[in-house]
């Protein structure tokens, strides 16, 4: 059993180490789940006494005033044989055999954190002794209620030593044990008041009365002790601690304890309750209660933590890995982050994400429709037909056939066809835009560094610019190509015009009748027809090999060019994380620590079991 209390301190030790103090905060705490006993009582109540008299070593510091000004989380550990000495938790590596100093060390690491005044905090001191004369128990000791503030503390403080005992003892884990003097009404004990408060029942309760042996003559406590007065779900339990000239004389703690017991045992009132009383007796129960507790509460505690480092390893994915310190590091580093947002891009292109059929959409639906929106039928009107021929013969008509009218018709209706390809390039430019935006938004670790978000923006952007003008270049040359060289083939099996076409001693505007200029309009659009045919196919071609095929293989090429040239600085201001989630991720990562490391203490003691 002795292991499971050793199991708490270990837990208590390092929730100090890794600033978990039980405080409300968005960090979620061990402090509060773990089983404890805080020692609670009035200024001048014999609560010091009471804790030196449970170890059997005059080792806290005294005075007027507000003397404990932290909770003081005191661990005792029974050794066998050996010298008696104390461990500071905020000093490991020392040991303290001269209590006197442990005083002295206690009062001055008050100071450090709290400074040269009369104000309190709530970070606890750690202290360890090892004793072979002292039960496995731990103890806080917490500031003593006060109703009036001293010189030098602000008028808050009573009400601030209130709020941080009260802060312990409302806890359903917490056993509080109460002090308060014989020699005053126990109706206006400070310790019994507030723990009536949180513990109405006194349940968790365990009364401590001291100056018992300071009572006035013809009074006793014994209604007090038997439960008669005020009754409590334990025993009261009666204590006699050295007096103050026995303090000045510096009385041996061991003489004060058989003291004690000569006290309950030779005072008629008392005799029959002497095993029940005395601070030995006080320490054993408390350490048997500790040790049932904590041994109830061992399946939950394993529940909660857990559950709780799950989710804490969940937040910290989700707030991504911390920034490298150096400038290899934070290269590689947006390196990684740079790839895993072209691994999304790519991915919505390819059909594992949504978004990437919207280019296919573009090729079935919108090229042919703009295709087919081109007014040929204008182009190809009789009097443009007429216009164009007769220009293409010049002072000569033609002998066979109307080439160069057929030539000049042909290409500037083809001219028409650079107003869809140009769009289809630009709606293709559109689409990769957009999901470019998408899988920056997608890409979590981009949330976290704004610059960097911004730099990749703006170089997928620059990069899709000129993929967007070479696609452009290069559709634009598919319809220049077709202007350029004429298929002959098809002309060649159009049927031969037997005609030799209108009377040569007509007007040189009037050579040719409308029969055969619609016959001519009908042959071009025809060749028209079957060039469109040809495009249809290898404008899509054109525009995935410059643009989609581009961006897949080089969206971030030169941004990493330009990377490579950065230095550490350069690099940082890319990695500007929010401050308060780096903070938030550091609190995280020491808080799954703590948890993590609870976890292997508390399944060995369960395994042990």
């Known amino acids: 059993m002795e292991n499971l209390i050793n199991l708490v301190n270990k837990l208590q030790r390092a929730c100090t180490a890794l600033g978990d103090f039980g405080e409300g905060s968005s960090l979620p705490t061990l402090w509060d789940a773990l089983p404890t006993i805080a020692v609670v009582g009035g200024q001048s109540s014999g609560k010091s006494s009471v804790l030196e008299s449970v ?8 005075g007027s005033g507000i003397v404990t000004r932290r909770p003081l989380v ?25 209590f006197a100093a442990v005083r002295k060390e206690i009062a001055d690491e008050t100071d450090r954190e709290t400074g040269r005044t009369k104000q309190i905090s709530s970070v606890p001191i750690y202290l360890s002794i090892y004793s072979p004369n002292v039960v496995n128990l731990t103890l806080i000791d917490l500031p003593g209620l ?7 503390q602000s008028e808050g403080i009573v009400q601030d030593i209130e709020n941080m005992v009260r802060s312990y003892i409302e806890k359903p884990n917490c056993i509080i044990l109460a002090v308060s003097p014989a020699n005053q009404d126990l109706a206006t004990s400070d ?19 001291t100056k018992i042996d300071l009572m006035d003559k013809g009074t006793d ?20 601690n050295r007096s103050q000239a026995d303090i000045n004389k510096s009385v041996d703690m061991i003489a004060a304890r058989r003291r004690e017991q000569e006290y309950f045992a030779n005072t008629p009132e008392y005799r029959h309750l002497a095993s029940k009383m005395g601070s030995v007796h006080l320490g054993k129960v408390l350490s048997k209660h500790l040790e049932t507790v904590i041994k109830s509460r061992i399946p939950g505690l394993q529940s909660l933590i857990n559950k709780t480092i799950i989710e804490l390893e969940t937040e910290l994915s989700r707030l991504g890995k911390p920034i490298a ?20 891009f790519k991915e919505h292109l390819d059909g594992i994400r949504p978004g990437g059929d919207k280019v296919y959409s573009v090729f079935d639906n919108q090229l042919p429709a703009a295709l087919k929106r081109l007014q040929f039928d204008k182009q190809l009107a009789m009097e443009n037909v007429r216009k164009l021929i007769t220009e293409a013969d010049g002072y000569q008509p033609h002998l066979i056939a109307p080439e160069q009218g057929y030539r000049r018709l042909i290409e500037s209706t083809l001219i028409t066809i650079k107003g869809p390809a140009e769009a289809a390039v630009d709606a293709v430019h559109g689409v990769l835009k957009d ?25 997928a952007a620059e990069s899709l ?3 967007r003008n070479e696609s452009k270049r290069a559709t634009i040359q598919l319809v220049d190509m077709e202007c350029s060289y004429l298929t002959v083939d098809f002309f060649r099996k159009l049927p031969q015009d037997i005609e030799k076409g209108g009377n040569p001693t007509h007007s040189i505007f009037d050579r040719y009748n409308d029969s055969y200029l619609r016959r001519v309009g009908s042959n071009v659009l025809s060749y028209i027809h079957m060039v469109v045919g040809t495009l249809r196919h290898s404008i899509p071609k054109s525009i995935v090999y410059c643009q989609v095929r581009e961006a897949k293989r080089s969206l971030l090429d030169h941004f990493f060019t330009e990377l490579g040239a950065k230095e550490g600085k350069q690099l940082a201001k890319l990695l500007d994380e929010d401050p308060a989630i780096m903070q938030r991720r550091l609190d995280l990562a020491k808080r799954l620590e703590l948890y993590k490391s609870a976890q292997t203490e508390v399944d060995a003691v369960a395994w042990a079991k």
């Open 191 to 209: 310790a019994i008041k507030i723990a009536r408060e949180v513990d109405p029942q006194g349940e968790r309760t365990f009364g401590v009365l």
């Open 325 to 344: 310190t150096d400038a290899g590091g934070k290269l590689y580093m947006i390196m990684e982050i740079c790839r895993a947002f072209d691994q999304t």
């Open 465 to 467: 610019d000129k993929m």
């Open 221 to 240: 406590a014994v209604d007090i002790l038997e439960g008669k007065s005020y009754k409590l779900k334990f025993p009261w339990i009666g204590v006699v």
């Open 435 to 459: 999901l470019v935006h998408k899988s920056i938004n997608e890409t979590s670790e981009l949330k976290q560094y704004p610059s960097l978000r911004a730099e990749v923006m703006n170089a």
């Open 146 to 152: 006060t109703k009036v503030a001293v010189e030098g």
């Open 55 to 62: 170890v059997g070593k005059d080792f806290l510091p005294r």
């Open 74 to 98: 005191l661990q005792l550990h029974r050794i066998d044989e050996g010298r008696e000495y104390a461990e500071f938790a905020h000093q490991p590596k020392k040991r303290f055999t001269d």
